[in-house]
């Protein structure tokens, strides 16, 4: 059964690079087809998508947070990391990382076959 382990800090200051690391067992994150997702919850909303990185390494990224997300891997310790720049307390959330089924990117809906971390919670604050 596929794990997923969100880790990072828990408080990241106005304006500095937060980075999270998502560390996958019992599944390769190069196994053909899968898709990583990186999620998020701000406090009082919903869940927000903000990117995907599959099984060749190439990567996509939500309009909205485009400007300011790169998402890379470590294959050799089959980690999957984000990086959100420039941040303001309106990216305060609980951060998830997600994998679909074959050929799915999960996003915003929870459903059978797919993994999900416990979720780790992130606040910008000075």
């Known amino acids: 059964q596929v794990q997923l382990q969100e880790s990072g800090p828990g408080l990241v200051k106005p304006s500095q690079t937060l980075s999270l690391t998502c560390t996958v067992s019992g599944g390769s994150i190069t196994s053909d087809y899968y898709y990583w997702s990186w999620i998020r919850q701000p406090p009082g909303k919903g869940l927000e998508w903000i990117g995907v990185?599959?099984?060749?390494?190439?990567?996509y990224y939500s309009p909205s947070l485009k400007s300011r997300t790169s998402i890379s891997r470590d294959t050799s310790k089959n980690q999957f990391t984000l990086q959100l720049s420039s941040v303001t307390p309106e990216d305060t959330a609980v951060y998830y990382c997600a994998r679909g089924k074959p050929h799915e990117v999960v996003k915003t809906t929870r459903a059978p076959g797919h993994y999900w971390g416990q979720g780790t919670q992130v606040t910008v604050s000075s």
């Open positions: 990185i599959n099984y060749s390494g190439s990567t």
